[in-house]
């Protein structure tokens, strides 16, 4: 009996043929390898049981640590699980990694943001006559939660940072 898998949860073909492609030509720097179509496919569909496999083994440590949203512990921890922990240790360097990559652009974001609505307001009120003052402190309440969030997030980001660097 065949089983049948939707387009849903199909892999993009072109990033595997990729991923194949790269660390065949890591192996063998000096050889151009041919990869059969169905060696594609056998790689697409591993890939993708592998996925729902560990995606499963995270969602069942987060459900046992009382939570509805999975984090990156918990792939760790299904990693381990299921016995790729040789993976845990580069996965850990490599979020890191993007973190530090990605931390200027959570920030620029939010200000992006928050400029956006500070020139709607000043349009709309130019556009009416006069900025009322309920206007005014909604504007300045927006700006104070904005940088709240925005130093949780980078307190949380260094807790995170901390606790992977003791382990």
């Known amino acids: 009996m ?3 898998v939707s387009e849903a949860e199909e892999l993009p073909k072109a990033i595997v043929r990729r991923v194949v492609k790269e660390k065949l030509s890591e192996c063998s720097p000096d050889y151009d390898f041919n990869v059969h179509k169905d060696a594609h496919l056998a790689f697409t569909e591993s890939a993708r049981i592998f996925i729902h496999y560990l995606s499963a083994t995270a969602n069942d440590i987060c459900k046992e640590s ?3 949203t999975m984090n990156a512990e918990d792939v760790f921890k299904a990693l381990e699980e299921i016995e790729f922990s040789e993976f845990v240790k580069p996965l850990r360097a490599s ?3 993007f973190r ?3 931390a200027g652009k959570k920030g620029g974001a939010a200000k992006e943001n928050e400029v956006k609505k500070k020139r709607k307001i000043e349009y709309s009120s130019a556009k009416n006559g006069t ?6 402190e909604d504007n300045h309440k927006e700006e104070e939660q904005v940088e709240g969030e925005q130093e949780q997030d980078e307190e949380e980001d260094n807790e995170e940072e901390e606790n992977h660097g003791s382990e």
């Open 2 to 4: 065949e089983k049948v």
């Open 66 to 68: 009382k939570r509805q």
């Open 95 to 97: 979020l890191a990694e």
């Open 100 to 102: 530090k990559k990605n």
């Open 131 to 136: 900025k009322t003052k309920q206007k005014k």
